[in-house]
């Protein structure tokens, strides 16, 4: 099944949880462990997001054991085409649109662009929207953050993301921001949309999460708390919040 498909049955029966794994943050077989994890509990589906700087091996060595313990769906989403694998079920084919730096809107992806093509990989494309405080990808210099305040500015880029035929919008606020993507800001953009919202960066909690979901999210990722002790409980109660 297509993972487009897969996404949208799920969304059709309530909110989609992500749960996001990088590989740089642990050893592949932790990575797997962790998405053994995600999966008991109820994730939906596991996304390999790489950064700056990953190996094309840690990406390798993680995916395979990632895949050789789950069933659910593995997801890709790079960050330039230094490391690319093609045993994932898809691969998330974003445009970082608030970016002043055109590599991040369309530069980067175009060097993958051939070869995803060719290889008949499936690709979902997304309109990614980087709100404060942004993190890591906020500090860098070339990314016309959206302030916290300022709903109208969210929903313009979503909605010209939705008039270019992108099939996702993502609001990201961030590798563990110290709060999501305001509630207003997702009610604002979700009701201009006609095309699914996924909303990540900063959900730790159940509350959080709630919050998130009532707003509009269709899909809502998480991070962090998969690093942190006692992660499976925190990551069952935002699956309660979600899946209630
Ligand atoms: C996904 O960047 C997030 O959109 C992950 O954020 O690590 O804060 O959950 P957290």
Known sequence: MLISNYLKEKIKNGTVHITLIDPMKQSPDVAGRLALTAQEVGSDLILVAGISGLSQKNLL???????????IPVVYSPSGAEALCFSFDALLFSSLLNARNSNFVSGGQSKAAIVL??????TISVGYLVVEPGMKIGEADDIDLIPRDNYWMAASYAVAAELFGMNYIYLEAGISAAQPVPAGMIRAVKKELSIPLIVGGGIRTAVDARRVRQAGADVVVTGTIIENAGYRERLRSILSALKD
């Open 117 to 122: 093509k060719r290889m008949e990989i499936e």
């Open 61 to 71: 060595d993680t995916t395979n054991s990632i895949k050789d313990k789950i069933s």
